[in-house]
T-cell receptor
Framework: EADIYQTPRYLVIGTGKKITLECSQT?????MYWYQQDPGMELHLIHYSYGVNSTEKGDLSSESTVSRIRTEHFPLTLESARPSHTSQYLCASSERGRGEAFFGQGTRLTVV | EDQVTQSPEALRLQEGESSSLNCSYTVSGLRGLFWYRQDPGKGPEFLFT???AGEEKEKERLKATLTKKESFLHITAPKPEDSATYLC???????????FGTGTRLKVLA
């Protein structure tokens, strides 16, 4: 069973607020990912990391930022939330050489 | 361009009615192909990894197969609890960025 955790599970926040979505994994995986997914729609990669101090933007333009100071922790920050940021955010991790990615339960963000 | 196409978009089955979901892919080189199950409002749950043509994996009522151009997820005698969206993803050679399909929404009726 995958040990990857996201908090909070649900978040309703006002426009203009700064928010940080947390993602932690206890598997020692070096690669971590953030995806955005609207209901019934496909996953879009917004950030990924190959290891500590390594982060890259994904294929979907995003106003969020990420950091990877520790192997197990990959938080995503929105400096100023807008209604267009309303979506589900999924964190995932994978191990070098194995291939399969494991996902957290997601954070459902609503910006009002 | 690397891409993944899943079909059908949606599928309704009667309980016990076996069927197959398709995942067609185009990649310059395949590191691996992955199947996931996703329930509404939750993260995808890993099911199978397939690495080379001819490979097969089984888990309960699910069986995944792989050819050089596509993968099938066979569902034998499905039950209502198998209702979910099934996602296919590929990992091209030389990268660790996954390419996901849009999924097949499966509904199994009692």
């Amino acid at each position: 069973e995958a040990d990857i955790y996201q908090t909070p599970r649900y978040l309703v926040i006002g426009t203009g607020k700064k928010i940080t979505l947390e993602c932690s994994q206890t598997m020692g995986h070096d690669k971590m990912y953030w995806y955005q997914q609207d209901p019934g729609m496909e996953l879009h990669l917004i950030h990924y990391s190959y290891g500590v101090n390594s982060t890259e933007k994904g294929d979907l333009s995003s106003e969020s930022t990420v950091s990877r100071i520790r192997t197990e922790h990959f938080p995503l920050t929105l400096e100023s939330a807008r209604p267009s940021h309303t979506s589900q955010y999924l964190c995932a991790s994978s191990e070098r050489g194995r291939g399969e990615a494991f996902f957290g339960q997601g954070t459902r963000l609503t910006v009002v | 361009e690397d891409q993944v196409t899943q079909s059908p978009e949606a599928l309704r089955l009667q309980e016990g009615e076996s069927s197959s979901l398709n995942c067609s892919y185009t990649v310059s080189g395949l590191r691996g192909l992955f199947w996931y199950r996703q329930d509404p409002g939750k993260g995808p749950e890993f099911l199978f990894t397939l690495y080379s043509a001819g490979e097969e994996k089984e888990k309960e009522r699910l069986k995944a197969t792989l050819t050089k151009k596509e993968s099938f997820l066979h569902i034998t005698a499905p039950k209502p609890e198998d209702s979910a969206t099934y996602l296919c993803a590929v990992l091209p050679s030389g990268t660790y960025k996954y390419i996901f399909g849009t999924g097949t929404r499966l509904k199994v009726l009692a």
